[in-house]
């Protein structure tokens, strides 16, 4: 039986989701390298394989500005961050997209000269701080574009863990009430729930560039009318390829007792080849995000899983396609 690859990312950006001068803490990074330092031997002994995980640091100009030095973060857990990467782990960007204007700070994913201003930025500042080229990268605020991952393509990004399989479209202005933020997070319904090479402008680039989506389920609680009408997007959506609304598997949320675990065996049932990618925001919720790793643990024992980072998890699920046909597919974002 195949082994069933997790990519755990684990975000080290500020505790505020939306800092300013006066909110300046991101003590909770510390947290989250501490707790999956203790996990791992755990981890690789309940899974049988070594587990290996995904840092990925902010390291934008939003740091700069309300940090002082867009190397804060990285600086002070640098010595913790090239342990990980001694043992195997990915290092790797997480970039949001935020300006300041004269009522303080906001979201502008409206902007692309500002977004690939934003990721140039940030990838120079990742090469000058740890000394080698960033080789996997997550947009922040769910948001994603073709032309966002063309720009990471041209860095030589080879990794963008950003698309959410199953997400519906929603303004950016949503998750920063108050601040004016711009944009439209994309529809991202028809996005594959496993690693593709999407269709981007300049193939040179791009020939070994790889989209890994987070995963997400199909939902069951159809006792509520408002998933019928997000089931019917979902299908219209997809040229009626799916029928059901979908979640993101979140290890900070809240699940009900057993719903978790129904989750992950209701998507490993659903996909013939099933992989499963997650991401955090530093260790928010440790009880929750401990009871996500032992419902896995737990999967572990009739199904095989390890935790890889993105080019294991990416030739893992290439090599599970069936006839090994994984080529290149392109995934619909509006």
Known sequence: MNSIPVHFAIDLEPDERMPGEQTQTFD????????????????????????????YVR????????????????KRYQAELEARRREGDEIGLHI????????????NYADAALINETIEEAVANFSENFGFRCQAARMGDMWSAAYCMEKFASLG???????????????????YPGTKSLGVRPSMVSVPLTPFQPELAGSAVAEDFWAIPLTSYRRRDFAHPGMWIVSV?????????????????????????GMLRRA?????????????????????????????LDVLCEVAKDRPIRFVGPEGYVCMAAEK?????????SATVR
């Open 59 to 74: 390291m934008d100009r939003h740091i700069a500005g309300v940090y002082g030095d867009a190397f804060a973060i990285a």
């Open 96 to 107: 949001h997209s935020i300006e300041k204007t004269d009522r303080g700070w906001r979201a």
């Open 157 to 175: 990004v080879r990794y963008d863990l950003t698309l959410e399989s199953g997400l519906r479209p929603r303004r950016i202005s949503a998750l």
């Open 28 to 55: 909770s990074a510390g947290v989250a390298l501490r707790e999956m330092a203790l996990r791992r031997a755990e981890l690789e002994d309940r899974t049988g394989a070594k587990a290996s995980f995904g840092w």
């Open 264 to 292: 992950v065996e209701t998507y490993i049932e659903e996909c013939e080849t099933p992989c499963i990618c997650v991401a955090i925001r530093n260790f928010g919720v440790p009880n929750r995000i401990h009871h996500f």
């Open 233 to 257: 997007y979902s299908a219209v959506s997809t040229g009626f390829k799916r029928g059901h609304a979908r979640d993101v598997f979140r290890p900070q949320a809240f699940y009900a007792p």
């Open 321 to 329: 396609e069936t006839g090994l046909e994984q080529a290149t597919r």
